[in-house]
Every structure is written in structure tokens, then in C-alpha cells.
């Protein structure tokens, strides 16, 4: 039982490149989130998928697009890279019984932009 | 908008020793507050959460916790602390979402330092 699985788990771009963090689990949970950690800030919500087929605007989503592929998978796409963007992004999600469960975090993507 | 608040970025403690990692909060209606834990190069791991309910909460690892209302804080404490207990602590309030799930607020953190 893998729990929540991020890929990549490091990445340098170039500013103005592009690409897409990958997030899946296999815990059968409706919810997932990408959030964004940067030192001495604590975690950020970037963006939320309460269920399949929403997605919604967390507190810091501007550079960022997200896609609920299906149930299981929910990914973070970076049009173009900026610096700024440099972090650990970390994607989470929690079950369906009541809204008090708590999150399941994945291990990360540490992302550096030059 | 809800928010916590960490006011210590670091603890130090001995081994063996009680330790506290302190949490205050702000919430409009009733709180729903979570503890998670971070070792280095690993997501967060979930400790323990405050509903509704007895004011000390206990969860993983022989961590718990103290909810007050009137201090409007949530503590994290444990009796005898490990070295191994050494990590970044944050403190989580939730807010309510139309769909369900539940969208979390964190605090800034706090480093856990246990020392021999």
C-alpha cells in the first residue's frame, strides 16, 4: 500500500520551461491537494479537487494548472517555470468519511528553477 | 479567515525531558485542529486532531495535546521526549469546503530539537 506517490522527486528547469508534477494514491480518497512549502512559510494551498471532476483555487495558484485525471491521480503543471516557483511541492489527500479526516501527504518534489 | 500561529521556530529539549510545541489559533465558529509532524526529506505525517470533546487529545507516537478555549491554543506536548522525536512540527486549522475534503491552514512550523 503506496499510500500518496509524487514524480518526479527533484527537478532543476530553466526559467520559461514548462512541465507537470505527478500525483496519484491508491487509498481510494475523494479529495487531493498540491500544496507548496517554502522556508519559514509553512505549507500553502495551491490547489484542491474536493472530489473527482472539481478542482478549485487554493491561496497561492497564480504560474500553476492542476487536472483531476480520475479519482486516483490529480497533477500540478508549471506553464512557464519562474524562480520564484523554486520549492517542495507536496500533494495530499483525505478520505470521504466526514470532513475532519486527516490529510495523507506524499513525500515531495523538490523543484529548482534557474 | 481561519489561521494558527507557531511563536517559537525552534525547541530545544533533553532527552527525558517533558516537551511542548506551542499552537494558538483563529477561527470563526468551532476550531478543528490538527497536529502533523515532518521528518527531513519525508512528507507530513499526521499526529492528532481536535473535534469536539475532551480537552486533551492524545495520538501518535505518545504525543497529545491541549485544546483551550479561552487561550484560544492547542499545544502539543509529550512526557519524556526521544531524540528521535527531533523534527518540524505544524500546527493546522481546517476550513470547511463545499464538497467535502477539508482545506487546512498550517502554521509556519516549529523545530523540535532533542538533545542527549
Known amino acids: 500500500n503506496a499510500g500518496v506517490t509524487q514524480t518526479p522527486k527533484f527537478q532543476v528547469l530553466k526559467t520559461g520551461q514548462s512541465m507537470t508534477l505527478q500525483c496519484a494514491q491508491d487509498m481510494n480518497h475523494n479529495s487531493m491537494y498540491w500544496y507548496r512549502q517554502d522556508p519559514g512559510m509553512g505549507l500553502r494551498l495551491i490547489y484542491y479537487s474536493a472530489s473527482e471532476g472539481t478542482t478549485d483555487k487554493g491561496e497561492v495558484p497564480n504560474g500553476y494548472n492542476v487536472s483531476r485525471l480520475n479519482k486516483r491521480e490529480f497533477s500540478l503543471r508549471l506553464e512557464s517555470a519562474a524562480p520564484s516557483q523554486t520549492s517542495v511541492y507536496f500533494c495530499?489527500?483525505?478520505?470521504?468519511?466526514?470532513?475532519?479526516?486527516?490529510?495523507?501527504f506524499g513525500d515531495g518534489t523538490r523543484l529548482s528553477i534557474l | 479567515a481561519q489561521s494558527v500561529a507557531q511563536p517559537e521556530d525552534q525547541v530545544n529539549v533533553a532527552e527525558g525531558n517533558p516537551l511542548t510545541v506551542k499552537c494558538t489559533y483563529s477561527?470563526?465558529?468551532?476550531?478543528?485542529l490538527f497536529w502533523y509532524v515532518q521528518y527531513p526529506n519525508r512528507g507530513l505525517q499526521f499526529l492528532l486532531k481536535?473535534?469536539?470533546?475532551?480537552?486533551l487529545v492524545k495520538g501518535s507516537y505518545g504525543f497529545e495535546a491541549e485544546f483551550n478555549k479561552s487561550q484560544t491554543s492547542f499545544h502539543l506536548k509529550k512526557p519524556s521526549a526521544l531524540v528521535s522525536d527531533s523534527a518540524l512540527y505544524f500546527c493546522a486549522v481546517r476550513d470547511e469546503i463545499t464538497g467535502g475534503g477539508n482545506k487546512l491552514t498550517f502554521g509556519t512550523g516549529t523545530q523540535l530539537k532533542v538533545e542527549l
Open positions: 481536535y473535534i469536539t470533546g475532551d480537552n
Open positions: 495530499a489527500s483525505s478520505g470521504e468519511r466526514g470532513r475532519n479526516q486527516p490529510q495523507h
Open positions: 477561527v470563526s465558529g468551532n476550531p478543528y
